[in-house]
């Protein structure tokens, strides 16, 4: 069993993941809108990898012994000024949550909690991958510019990436294996 303070702080992570959802399907919104399918395919997919992020953490506490506090989620931006505009808000969020898992672990690590380590190590190495790709791709976005051609190749590009991970969470992450 985990400690309280760990309890609470993995409750607020959960918080958070849900937000990061709210965040790319609030983008995938506005990418729809614009008619850039390719992007708005690209946030939902990031969407679904957040609402993942939410259940694994909400599967851990309660498989922990402690208690799900589900909070109120904040409501994202509606309105972006680009797509440029917003990778440049999704890396600044993922740092953010970079931070926060960070946090989780120097707790885990304060509290000598073994398993909580092991369980955000996991996290850690998500989160360097959230990262680089949202740097490859801003890298990208800044050469095409104002380019109406380089940002259509893009959406097409962008378009291509599916979900890899579950999406139904009926049975648990693992499927009521």
């Known amino acids: 069993m985990i400690k309280d303070e760990m309890a609470t702080a993995l409750n607020e992570q ?47 506490v309660q498989r922990q012994g402690a208690e799900v506090d589900l909070q109120s989620i904040a409501a994202p931006p509606a ?20 931070q926060s898992i960070n946090e989780l672990m120097e707790l885990a690590i304060s509290h000598k909690d073994h398993a ?16 680089e790709t949202d740097n490859d791709i801003l890298a990208q976005l800044r050469l095409v510019g104002e ?20 999406v139904d969470y009926t049975a648990g992450l693992s499927g009521g294996e």
Not at 79 to 98: G, R
Not at 116 to 131: G, M, P, Y
Not at 147 to 166: C, Q, S, W, Y
Request: glycine share 6%; proline share 3%.
């Open 116 to 131: 909580t380590q092991i369980f955000l190590e996991w996290f850690v190495t998500e989160q360097v991958e959230e990262e």
């Open 14 to 60: 959960i918080n958070k993941e849900m937000y990061s959802a709210y965040l790319y399907m609030s983008m995938s919104n506005q990418c729809a809108n614009l008619g850039l399918k390719g992007f708005s395919t690209w946030f939902m997919a990031q969407y679904h990898e957040e609402m993942f992020h939410a259940m694994k953490f909400y599967e851990y």
């Open 147 to 166: 380019n109406p051609h380089g940002l259509l190749m893009m959406d097409r590009e962008l378009g291509g990436r599916g979900v890899t991970v579950p």
């Open 79 to 98: 309105e972006f000024s680009s797509p440029l505009d917003m990778f440049e808000k999704t890396l600044a969020h993922e740092q953010f949550v970079t």
